[in-house]
């Protein structure tokens, strides 16, 4: 291999306009993809890195009971770099076209973890001012990460449960900068965009509709509505958004902070007691900081409960079926008593 090669790199193909990271911080050998039985993840925390912090390197940010803390003593919720980061600083992207048909950059960027205490405890389990610390520290990094040159979008995300991806078992989530938006997103804002030009926000009327509907509301709060989408991806898909509109995650405020920590707190445990502790990943949509305002965006989080797993239809057709109405999914969470 190239020494000077980055150890991580991004792959635009010009025939479906998408691209992929070929990250090889992990240094798999080709072997190693070979099917092993028993995909179950360590569950004793004796082993667990994330139980031993002290071992994982300087942590990037410290929580402890609702507050920032010096040091790593004593902690709640920590932030660190990833060991195998998929997205790495640099001050070059070095893109260049490779033949006719692909381009390649370097994959430049942070790739964090953001840690809660307790090994054994989901965030479905923990309290309100447990959950409100998270979301206290995913907008600190946020806020930290979008204003960096190079970082067009921060990705921040979730997995949990082995189904869903989450390759440890002890509860985490990740932060990517990244210098790319995402497909999906780009398509968003696209389509937001052009809808604003007659003067109003998709999502905004979307949520009034919803609101006025109520079928499909699962919760909602002060400033929140939680909501199976009428065109759900999978049973039991979860969006969360604010009523009022706000296109930048970053300029969250602190009682809309709260209000997103109880939103998310209650839609996890409906989940939680509705399915079973279930597998799901969660992601946040915002807008990202390029040279466009987006102010015409609405930001959301989307909870994809691993109900089923994408088959030969959904890869090859690109339409994902979903196999409960979402309005039946809807009154099944909203009627869980947690
Ligand atoms: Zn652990
Ligand atoms: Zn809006």
């Not at 991004?10 to 050998?29: E, P």
């Not at 004793?44 to 790593?72: A, H, M, R, W």
């Not at 991806?165 to 990517?176: N, T």
């Not at 946040?284 to 088959?311: E, R, V």
Request: with cysteine; hydrophobic share 35%; net charge positive.
């Amino acid at each position: 291999m190239n020494k000077d090669k980055f150890p991580s790199e991004l792959r635009l193909d010009k025939a479906s306009g998408n691209w992929v990271v070929i990250a090889t911080g992990r240094a798999k050998r080709p072997e190693s993809f070979k099917k092993v039985k028993n995909g179950s993840i360590k569950e004793s925390n004796k082993d667990c890195f994330f139980c031993n912090i002290e071992t994982q390197g300087e942590p990037l940010l410290v929580y402890y009971k609702g507050k920032k803390v010096e040091g790593i003593k004593k902690w709640t919720t920590v932030v660190i770099p990833n060991k195998f980061p998929a997205f790495i600083r640099s001050k070059s992207l070095n893109r260049k076209k490779r033949g006719e048909f692909f381009e390649t950059m370097n994959a430049v960027g942070a790739h964090e973890v953001v840690i809660t205490k307790n090994h054994n405890k989901s965030l479905a389990l923990l309290s309100l001012a447990e959950v409100k610390e998270v979301i206290d520290v995913y907008t600190d990094r946020y806020n930290s990460l979008i204003k960096e040159d190079g970082i067009n979008y921060v990705a921040i995300f979730h997995n949990h449960g082995p189904e869903a991806g989450a390759s440890v078992a002890h509860p985490h989530s990740q932060i990517a900068g990244i210098p790319l938006i995402d497909y999906d997103l780009k398509k968003a804002l696209a389509k937001s965009k052009k809808y604003k030009k007659d003067g109003d926000c998709i999502y905004c009327r979307m949520n009034d509709w919803e609101l006025k509907e109520k079928e499909r509301i699962v919760y909602e709060n002060e400033h929140f509505i939680a909501l199976c989408p009428f065109t759900s991806k999978v049973a039991f898909q979860v969006i969360i958004s604010p009523k009022k509109h706000l296109s930048h995650f970053e300029n969250i405020t602190e009682q809309e902070k709260e209000s997103l920590a109880d939103a998310f707190r209650t839609v996890l445990r409906k989940l939680y007691k509705a399915l079973g502790d279930p597998a799901y990943n969660f992601y946040l949509h915002s807008a990202p900081s390029d040279n466009d305002d987006h102010l015409y965006y609405h930001w959301h989080w989307t909870i994809l409960p691993k109900t089923s797993i994408w088959a030969g239809f959904e890869l090859g057709v690109g339409i994902e079926i979903s196999t409960i109405e979402p309005e039946e999914a809807a009154k099944y969470l909203r009627n869980q008593k947690i």
